[in-house]
């Protein structure tokens, strides 16, 4: 028995998903969720095989839930979004299906996922979160700070430092690490508001106090917090261009 | 009235000629045509020249160089020219022509100069007349461009999420998914109306606002509630599309911020020549909905800025667990 999760903000969208899906007696719902919190909760509890997301949803929204879990399942995403939009992510999750969803898109999204099921090198859903698949930049990073979920609004963060496979991400509320790439934020993040200063620094022009030489061909940045980031030759490039020195 | 001036000038010649430094009558007119007709074709040279420069750039620097040069060549042509013809046997004149030589040649000067200057003048206000013609073209061509594509964008998602909750209607209760698509129904054709017309009674518009109104309540439940207060008269208006992002954006916030009942409210008043609405959607500050994501308030300003050319008819405020959405809608504009 499979198990699989509903998770969409609107009930009726829901019910058309359980509907379709009663003809497949190897599938059992376990849960539906109104939003990207419950979903998490959800996921982490019963450790579904499967699940239908919707992107726009309050709280929490589809892809900021996935990028909190460790290990996520197989996703069919399910959206009003835009086809082009979602051709980005074809190759990562099993399928998705475009709303209003018909029986026979729906159909086909199933009986690729029920063989995938079996096979067992699927494509791994974490590596879409490596692209930019978001429409326009985010304002704000989800991260998981023990149990709990945190929101952290873009303009709180004093800077983000790279941390082998994981970010540091600093803030007047403290730090928090997220497993994901200075890269993947870089792109996310509004590129008119956070620099690239260095391989392993990401910092919000605001917070920029005084930038000092250091060594040959670097300098030192001084912040708004206290705190003193190197910047590397080309991220002074990006700096003068950005700022218009 | 140029051949007019020019005879005028040609009379007074000869009489000045004639009556005050006593010439013959015969020497005053050859005098008096040579020098007019030398004139006028250099005046006309200069002004076929400043037509034919290309640009508008140092042009009357241009045409006083070429007054210049054009003026000593005149007054050459024409001393040499009133020599042979004119003074063959008249000493007086001759030695007259020879003492007048610097006075024609300033004369001849000032007069080029002028007609240059004019000219050159004359083509930079053609010049940017068609510039600025040019230009007012293409802002009224861009703006009916982007006001078309904003009004597209307000549609696709909304209709596939309802066609998505009627899809769900369908087998659960037949009844209510029929309702559902003659709201939808009646919501588009109303649309579909709406884009031919400027402005829009209030009424009309919250009208729209409520046929909207009752799909969502369908798609999101229970969870939806709206309220109105209206103080205004029936003569208000409104241009289409600005109140609906404005109210989809309200309830996107308000749902997507908390899974609880959310309420909207909508106030609508008329302040002397201006039409207030302000929208109130409660909303959680943690739980912001990351913005980028579909039409949102930005194209509305942009709207309120293509019709009105102000920026300040859109505010927003946060309040504690209240954002507020306040739009303005002058009443008088012509």
Redesign the interface.
């Known amino acids: 028995m499979y198990k699989v999760i509903l998770i969409d903000d609107e009930p009726l969208a829901r019910q058309l998903l359980k509907s379709l899906l009663e003809p497949y007696k190897q599938v059992e719902v376990v849960a539906e969720c109104g939003d990207g919190f419950e979903g998490f909760k959800a996921i982490q509890e019963l450790n579904p095989d499967l699940i239908f997301l919707d992107i726009q949803m309050p709280r929490l929204n589809g892809f900021e839930m996935l990028e909190l879990l460790d290990n996520p399942p197989a996703v069919i995403f399910t959206t009003a979004f835009d086809e082009y939009a979602l051709k980005a992510f074809e190759s990562h999750a099993v399928d998705y299906l475009l709303k209003p969803i018909v029986k026979d898109r729906f159909e086909k999204a199933m009986q690729k996922w029920l063989q995938q099921a079996t096979n067992k090198d699927r494509p791994q859903v974490s590596a879409l979160l490596e692209n930019n698949i978001y429409e326009g930049y985010q304002h704000r990073i989800v991260v998981k700070d023990n149990s709990l979920i945190r929101i952290i609004p873009a303009q709180d963060i004093y800077y983000i430092e790279a941390n082998d496979d994981y970010i540091k991400i600093v803030t007047k509320d403290g730090s928090y690490l997220k497993k994901s790439t200075l890269s993947h934020l870089e792109q996310t993040l509004d590129p008119q508001q956070f620099v690239r200063v260095h391989r392993s620094y990401l910092v919000p022009v605001t917070q920029l106090m005084r930038i000092e030489p250091y060594e040959k061909e670097s300098h030192i940045a001084l912040l708004h917090c206290g705190a003193k980031v190197t910047v590397s030759k080309s991220g002074m490039a990006k700096l003068k261009t950005l700022l218009g020195w | 009235m140029v051949l007019l001036l020019m005879l005028i000038v040609l009379a007074m010649h000869i009489f000045i000629l004639h009556n005050i430094l006593h010439f013959e009558w015969g020497t005053a007119a050859k005098d008096a045509v040579t020098s007019c007709l030398i004139l006028g074709i250099a005046a006309w040279g200069i002004i076929l020249l400043i037509r034919a420069y290309p640009t508008t750039a140092v042009i009357t620097l241009y045409g006083l160089f070429m007054a210049l040069v054009i003026s000593t060549a005149t007054a050459i042509t024409e001393y040499e020219t009133l020599k042979l013809f004119v003074a063959t046997d008249n000493v007086n004149y001759q030695l007259w022509l020879k003492q007048t030589v610097a006075v024609r040649f300033l004369f001849i000067w000032i007069f080029n100069s002028w007609v240059s200057t004019v000219s050159a003048l004359r083509k930079n206000i053609t010049n940017l007349d068609a510039r600025f013609q040019q230009q007012t073209d293409a802002s009224i061509l861009l703006k009916e461009a982007e006001l078309f594509k904003l009004r597209q964008q307000l549609q ?2 909304f209709l ?2 309802s ?7 369908i ?2 209760a037949p009844g209510k998914a029929q309702e559902m698509i003659g709201k939808l129904s009646d919501f588009l054709r109303s649309s579909v109306k709406r884009e031919s017309e400027d402005t829009l009674p209030v009424s009309e518009e919250l009208e729209y606002i409520q046929s909207y109104l009752a799909i969502e309540s ?4 229970d969870r939806l509630r709206v309220r109105f207060e209206k103080e205004y008269t029936d003569d208000a208006v409104i241009p289409p599309f600005l109140l609906q992002p404005i109210v989809e954006n309200a309830i ?1 916030f308000g ?5 609880g009942v959310v309420t909207i409210t909508v106030h609508i008043v008329l302040e002397g020549a201006m039409l207030m609405i302000t929208i109130t959607n409660p909303y ?1 500050a ?9 039409f949102g308030l930005e194209g509305v300003q942009r709207r309120l800025y293509l019709l009105y050319a102000r920026a300040d008819l859109l505010e927003t405020k946060k309040d504690g667990k209240y954002f507020t959405t306040i739009l303005k809608i002058p009443q008088h504009h012509v």
């Open positions: 696709p998602h596939y999420n066609l998505n909750s009627i899809n769900a209607l087998t659960i369908v798609r999101f439940g996107k749902l997507y911020g908390s899974t959680d943690d739980t912001q909905p990351p913005r980028g994501t579909g």
